[in-house]
């Protein structure tokens, strides 16, 4: 990646990725520093900014089937849900945050553009028909 920006010499780079998937001890995990790490090799290469992509909100089940769910339950499909959403979600979009406000880095944090009081954003309407938000806890659709 380093050498792609040493030869695309970006203004601005988005860091974004699953990254509780590759480690399960969130809160005593190495992300802060490896985080940290990639921001300075950046703008040691001239990166202007770096851009980093907290979570998106994640339930226990996958937002289609919770669609299905209420569907099945009350013959509709609901804009937000109230279910409550892993606590990885919100414990690592705060690791993301802290680490990324530690390095300077501009953190965009999903998790709170898609919910508030209402519940979280669960689907979205195209051309009439209803459309689940993200396919499962990383693909948004």
């Given amino acids: 990646m380093l050498k792609q920006v040493e030869a695309l010499r970006p203004k601005?780079?988005?860091?974004?990725?699953y990254r509780s998937r590759y480690d399960k001890s969130y809160v005593n995990s190495p992300?802060?520093?490896a985080l940290a790490r990639t921001v300075q090799a950046l703008r040691a290469r001239g990166v202007a900014?770096?851009?980093?992509?907290g979570t998106?909100?994640?339930?226990?089940?996958a937002p289609p089937n919770l669609l299905l769910g209420a569907w099945s339950r009350d013959?509709?499909?609901p804009e937000r849900s109230l279910a409550p959403l892993t606590s990885v979600a919100m414990t690592m979009d705060r690791v993301l945050r802290d680490a990324a406000e530690s390095t300077g880095a501009r953190f965009i944090?999903?998790?709170?553009?898609?919910c508030n009081g209402l519940g979280c954003r669960l689907s979205v309407q195209e051309q009439g028909?209803?459309?689940a938000?993200?396919?499962d806890e990383t693909h948004l659709t």
């Fill in 12 to 17: 601005t780079v988005v860091l974004a990725a």
């Fill in 31 to 33: 992300l802060p520093l």
């Fill in 49 to 53: 900014e770096v851009i980093v992509v």
């Fill in 56 to 61: 998106l909100p994640q339930w226990p089940v």
């Fill in 75 to 77: 013959r509709a499909l």
């Fill in 109 to 114: 944090s999903p998790l709170r553009l898609l």
């Fill in 129 to 131: 028909r209803t459309h």
């Fill in 133 to 135: 938000i993200a396919f």
